[in-house]
């Protein structure tokens, strides 16, 4: 695998990178495991739980325009501990929210940290490893994914053992800040983390530094929008609905509820590190759509089954095939303008993050007028919808 120079740094680097994804991952499951520990507290209905991830959401958003504007002036490697730190305190803040308001308020701040890292994280890594960009950038996504199986058992482990949804954000407040400290303190003493500048490939000069947002805005961009929003929407929708959904259909505890969303997760896992190797001999384009159309198809019927094998058979299935959407849309629209990954970032996120925010909310609305089961049943259709898109986006290659 051919690398840059000044390798050894960089994959380490690209380490802590992976690892800062992944602590924020573990936040973004939290409030899917103790959502109903959440409604119970802050005697809200079940309908009404949307309001919580709707507003880490609205933070999310927040924070990626926050990054876009500060990625071009500062520099993403740079900034990238810097919002993990600002990241850490916050969520170990959150731990001492004694009413909804201040939960609400912490988790719209934190929102715009966490999306901080990953942003940021998404684009170090693409100009860490401008070769293999596509191999790099979909373990980038599978650590994300490893967070995200671990922290329904986590968060659900506490929730059973303890019976406190709140240690979960103070542990993972803890351990965000001491990723950061044992960062710097090897920067200070190695300095591994800046083995010169990364340059870029010789075609990414024809798309210039200079590229605006209305020369990145073009339509194949707003196509991968499209696709992302609707993908998104349908991540959101099982990562916040999934375990309550389990709970209902299956009667199955906090922790037990939790495994089954982390069983998505596993499949995700899987799909993104075959994704890695696959999109080292197939385009991301074919592996998209195939992959969209196949975990639509599969979890539909495993919603609409209401059986314990057919929700974890549809939730697996839904992780493996689809899962490495957003990193190989990410990857695409990266080839095409490669030096203009800030503004790319900021317009593909806002996609994924407005997902986030619209889809979990409605589908609380869907859930009170029509119940959980159609609500689960619309969130399978976002797939299939999104997999006819995909067939029409365009391959990689610089935009000349």
């Known amino acids: 695998m051919a690398e840059l120079p000044g390798s050894r740094g ?3 680097e690209t380490g802590f990178i992976y690892l800062f994804l992944l602590l924020y991952a573990f936040f973004t499951t939290i409030i899917g495991t103790t959502l109903t520990r959440l409604t119970g507290e802050f005697n809200l209905e079940l309908s009404q739980g949307g309001v919580f991830i709707a507003l880490q959401s609205i933070g999310c958003f927040i924070g990626i325009f926050v990054s876009g504007a500060l990625i071009e002036r500062f520099g993403k490697r740079a900034l990238l501990p810097v919002a993990l730190g600002a990241f850490g305190v916050l969520v170990f803040v959150v731990s001492f929210a004694s009413s909804l308001g201040m939960y609400l308020v912490m988790l719209l701040l934190a929102g715009i940290a966490g999306t901080m890292v990953d942003v940021m994280s998404n684009a170090s890594i693409a100009q860490l490893h401008v070769a293999n960009k596509g191999f790099y950038m979909n373990l980038l996504h599978c650590c994300f994914g490893i967070g995200s199986f671990f922290g329904p058992i986590y968060a659900g482990w506490i929730l059973e053992r303890f019976d406190q949804w709140r240690l979960s954000y103070l542990i993972l407040g803890v351990a965000s800040l001491a990723a950061v400290v044992v960062y710097r303190l090897l920067r200070t003493r190695e300095d591994p983390f800046q083995p010169g500048p990364v340059p870029e490939p010789a075609t990414a000069t024809k798309a210039g530094d200079g590229t605006g947002f209305g020369q990145v805005l073009t339509g194949r961009i707003l196509l991968c929008c499209l696709v992302l929003f609707l993908y998104s929407g349908h991540q959101a929708g099982v990562n916040n609905w999934l375990p309550t959904f389990s709970r209902d259909t299956l009667g199955l505890d906090a922790l037990r509820s939790g495994t089954v969303l982390s ?7 899987v799909g993104r590190l075959s ?4 999109t080292r001999f197939v385009g991301e384009k074919p592996l998209i759509a195939a ?18 094998f057919g929700i974890y058979g549809g939730a697996i299935a839904a992780g493996l095939f689809a899962g490495a959407t957003i990193p190989m849309i990410l990857t695409l629209a990266y080839t095409w303008y490669p030096s203009a990954q800030g503004r790319v970032s900021t317009i ?14 409605f589908m609380g609305v869907v859930e009170g007028w029509f119940g959980l089961t159609a609500a689960m049943a619309m969130n ?11 067939m029409a986006l365009p391959r990689g290659g610089v935009i000349r």
């Open 10 to 12: 960089r994959l380490r």
């Open 275 to 278: 994704c890695s190797i696959l």
């Open 291 to 308: 992959g969209l159309l196949l975990g639509g198809g599969l979890l539909l019927p495993g919603f609409l089954s209401r059986s314990e």
């Open 263 to 269: 069983a998505f997760w596993l499949g995700l896992i």
């Open 380 to 390: 399978a259709g976002f797939l299939l919808v999104s997999a006819v898109l995909a």
């Open 348 to 361: 593909l996120f806002s996609a994924i993050t407005g997902a986030a925010i619209v889809v979990s909310w």
